[in-house]
């Protein structure tokens, strides 16, 4: 913007000076002609009135006739004086006021180019300090500064050209901070990988080397020890396979397939898929909703999304409760709640339980904290939200899928 009135004040500017320099010139040249007239008919009349004392007979009718309509065109008299008419004027002041005129036209019209020159000059210079500038703030970008800020708001080419480079900076600005971002992510989730890994292999190779360093070992402890070691790489299984998932969310590699699906077979399916955890534990799962609602989603990916809120909730309860799953539909939103009531999550856990690889204080060792986190991706990802609330007996999760 400040470009913009930079130039219709240069505009301005010139057409001021070019309307001031026109007044002047038509001022100057009205009064070199009122100078001309008056010294012309000042002479005229002081020969009038002296033909008049010599010739009283001569009417002033007459004398105007001879003014106006002369009978003859032939001047040739007055070379003998010096006088030519095509040259020369015979009142001698107009002689000498055209030169001074001319000296003052001359000075005018030199005054004037300059004046508009000051102007041109002035502009190219600002223009050259912009390019400068552009030059400079290129210069800061190379040197990865990109807390640059450029004003300019107007639609000439260097003004454009400011912009494109803001726009550049911005991106530039954006993707340093993201690989920075990115970095850090990435090792904290090394981090937090290699602990998680860590933890389950150290116990597999603990009753491994228990497993072979004692072969007299009762039968009832060596099938205790297998199914531990079972349910380590079931464990590990899903973590790597979750973590596979999540970078391919990271790495936006995953293209949801939408179509219209039932609410009731997508719920039946991710309650198929956590059968044998409840019948492990006991636990009755009853749905309550609509059988005709359909949403648009990928099916697949929301199965996983609620087989593993599903699964963290059958974790949190305890032998013979139960879950609640109902689901409703109006014009803004599809909504399918998750209830359980495994006691309730501690307050302070609440703000973390979508964090991958957070375990609250009523965690089991099983959980690695990464279910809830992949199944909240997947959730916004399919244009949806998620949030956990507290009740008196236990939990519910509460989610919507935005048409």
């Not at 993707?175 to 150290?202: F, G, R, Y």
């Not at 059988?291 to 699964?311: F, P, S």
Request: hydrophobic letters at 40%; one cysteine or more.
């Amino acid at each position: 913007m400040k470009n913009k009135m930079k130039l219709k004040q240069y505009l301005f500017k010139t057409l001021i000076v070019i309307g001031c320099l026109s007044g002047i010139f038509l001022a100057l040249n009205s009064y070199e002609y009122h100078k001309y007239t008056k010294n012309y008919n000042h002479t005229l009349m002081m020969i009038l009135e002296t033909v008049r004392e010599q010739y009283p007979q001569v009417t002033e009718q007459e004398l105007l006739e001879i003014i106006n309509n002369p009978k003859s065109n032939d001047f040739s008299c007055l070379t003998k004086y010096g006088i030519d008419l095509n040259k020369d004027s015979l009142v001698l002041v107009n002689e000498q006021n055209y030169h001074y005129f001319l000296i003052i036209n001359i000075a005018f019209f030199l005054l004037s180019i300059s004046g508009l020159f000051l102007l041109f000059m002035k502009y190219n210079l600002d223009k050259e300090k912009e390019i400068k500038n552009i030059t400079k703030y290129i210069e800061e970008i190379n040197k990865k500064n990109y807390e640059l800020q450029i004003d300019s708001m107007s639609e000439d080419e260097l003004s454009i050209l400011k912009n494109e480079i803001y726009k550049t900076t911005i991106m530039l600005k954006e993707a340093a901070e993201n690989s920075h971002k990115d970095k850090v992510n990435l090792k904290s989730s090394l981090e937090d990988i290699t602990h998680q890994l860590k933890t389950p292999l150290t116990s597999i190779l603990i009753m491994l080397d228990n497993l072979i360093d004692d072969e007299d070992m009762p039968k009832d402890i060596r099938n205790d020890f297998i199914r531990d070691i079972k349910r380590e790489v079931i464990n590990m299984n899903f973590l790597v396979q979750a973590l596979l998932k999540l970078s391919k969310f990271d790495a936006n590699t995953i293209h949801f397939n939408k179509e219209k699906s039932l609410v009731s077979n997508i719920i039946l399916e991710a309650i198929k898929n956590v059968s044998l955890l409840c019948d492990l534990k006991n636990i009755n799962i009853s749905t309550t909703g609509d059988k005709n609602i359909k949403l648009l989603c990928d099916a697949k990916w929301q199965i996983e999304a609620l087989t593993n809120i599903l699964k963290n909730s059958i974790e949190h309860s305890s032998e013979n409760q139960e879950l609640k799953i109902s689901y409703e539909q109006n014009q803004v939103y599809t909504l399918i709640q998750i209830e359980d009531f495994a006691g309730g999550i501690a307050k302070k856990d609440l703000p973390h339980i979508f964090e991958r690889f957070y375990q609250g204080s009523n965690s089991s060792k099983e959980n690695v904290g990464i279910g809830l986190a992949l199944a909240k991706t997947i959730i916004e990802a399919d244009n949806g939200t998620i949030h956990v609330e507290r009740t008196n007996k236990g939990t519910i999760f509460i989610i919507k899928y935005y048409s």
